[in-house]
């Protein structure tokens, strides 16, 4: 399709090319006109009348979504006329993409990421980066973690610039630095394993080393500097040094001295709020609705700082509404952060994520909340790649310019806006919602990871799952996946690898249960049939393994991927352990098979497993009972 732009594009033109090739449109002379006019009332327009186009916009990354909005509706209208006005529902929308947790995305990515933001309309990126980015004065910081050079850092911030999105940077300065402190360099600067030493300074010679890196590299005058889950501050060095203080006190004192460092680079700083919530509550949750932050801590509070709320949790919107409510009494309007759940599993728990994100982003409306963002987390690894949640930032998206959003046109803006089909990646949920898992997995089940990664001679998960059809279930995903996969385009590699995974569940979920019933009957037939099974299966992951691989490769730095090389490893070495285990008690090598002979017991840790839920773990804590490390 060729378009011809009337109007001043000037600062436009840069981003049309940047989205040209994945719009499917050329700009030329004998183009479709498309008038451009900046808005006086803040609403952009998308409307073509008697073969004359108009956008109508009032910022940049107004333009780049009406652009979206045109060609899409032109296409679906097939040469009839339109017209689509939306109004802008916050002044600030989009993404935190957490870049700390092994997978440290490539530029490139980051660029893929950005054109989609700006068709959706999103105009923050939000880089969350614990230690990966450089701090020259410190080599240890991010040493072999995949850090970005300040190049990389500048050149991914213009392409933001080119497309008007605003890249902000997200660091911490006070907790979360465990892999940032493990080095001798920092012996001075723990109060905690993971949490800086508060009114230390050389902790804020540290912080302003840091502070200073990312903002020569990144031009936002925003910078968002953590102080969350701070759980043990004050209770480890500091109070070695100081005695014991009223936590509150140590928490406003750090915060100021952050904030007075933020001032000497012009820099205006948001914080999550949990730590107050914390502090008043007397069982330490974020969420408790009895804390009470008390009238002098409020008073205390430094007035230039935006605290940010931060709720992946609640389905229900008078929640959110309360908690809102509870920030407003810092006096000031907070800044929500709601979450698309790529973290936890092997894959997104989209379930969650549009129920939480429903209730969520109707109450922000309501409550005059005029900056949100998604979380997208890796905890554990990053096994899901951020990719696969890109339908929970288009809800975010469509929520930002319209009161509700339908999911016929959700699935048509996420086609524009992602080249894909929304059902494709919606069926990623069905990786964890399994039978015998709630309608919404609100319980965070992760079946698709305890069941790849967990030991079949040892099965911690197997009474759990023992009563459901999981191999029909993972049988008929497979399936699906592979349609999708088949669909082709720049998806075509994730959809490859999600397919395999389900055949691996498929052929994996019951080994173990089918093993242990084998031998507990006696019947040796099925114990030798069953360890030739285990050779197809190990097979069968390795293949696994190296579209993993090749997923990872193409979106992310090497560094971190030799965490998951080594999962794959473990996984496919304990399957020849299990096969010859069963080969040596066969072969009368063994008298008995010690693991097989164990009953298996519910896994209810570490957390308590209502009904509807079948077990979330961690990687450690599902291939053995035993101390991994340490």
Known sequence: MKLCFKGDTSGLAAGIEELADDLGISVAADGIEIETIVSDDGALEASYRNGQGLIRYKEPIHFYRALGLWVQHKRERNGSGFQRIETPRFETNGAMVDVSRNAVLTVDTVKRMLRAMALMGLNRFMLYTEDTFTVERYPYFGYMRGRYTP????????YAARLGIEIVPCIQTLAHLTEAL??????????????????????????????????????????????????????????EQNGYRKRFNIMNGHLRKVIDICGEFGLRPMIWSDMYFRLASKTGGYYDREAVVPEDVIAAMPASVQFVYWDYYHGDESFYREFIGKHKAFGSMPVFAGGVWTWGSVAPNYGKTFITTEAALRACKAEGVRDVFATMWGDNGAETSVCAGL??????????????????????????????????FLSLNAFDATPGVAEGNMHESNPSKFLLWQDVLIGLYD??????PMAEHYTALAATMAAA???????????????QLAQVL???????????????????????ELAEELRTIGAEVDRLRK????????????????VIDIRYGGLSARL????????????????????LEEERLYYDAPWVMPAGALGRGAYHRIVTAGAFSG
């Open 391 to 424: 339908a929970g930032l288009q809800l975010f998206a469509e929520h930002g310019y319209a009161d509700e959003v339908e999911r016929d046109e959700l699935q048509r803006r996420f086609r524009l806006c992602t080249g894909a089909e929304l059902d494709d």
């Open 151 to 158: 190049d990389e850092l500048r050149e991914c911030d213009r």
């Open 463 to 468: 009474a759990n799952v023992v009563p459901y």
């Open 182 to 239: 493990k080095w001798n360099y920092a012996a001075e600067l723990r109060d905690t394993s993971d949490i800086l030493l508060a009114g230390s300074d050389t902790t804020y010679d540290f912080i302003r080393e840091m502070i200073g890196s990312i903002h020569a590299c990144l031009g936002s005058k925003t910078i968002h500097i953590g102080m969350d889950e701070a759980h043990q501050l004050g209770l480890g060095r500091y109070l």
């Open 485 to 499: 996969a088949a669909r082709g385009g720049v998806w075509q590699g994730m959809f490859a690898f999600y397919a």
């Open 576 to 595: 020849e352990t299990a096969r010859q285990r069963v080969a040596d008690y066969l072969n009368g090598s063994a008298a008995r098979i010690e693991e």
């Open 506 to 528: 498929a052929k994996k979920c019951d080994a173990g249960i089918r093993l242990k019933a084998a031998y507990d009957r006696g019947d040796r037939a099925k114990l030798g």
């Open 547 to 562: 579209l993993h691989r090749a997923n990872w490769f193409a979106e992310n730095k090497p560094f971190g991927w030799e």
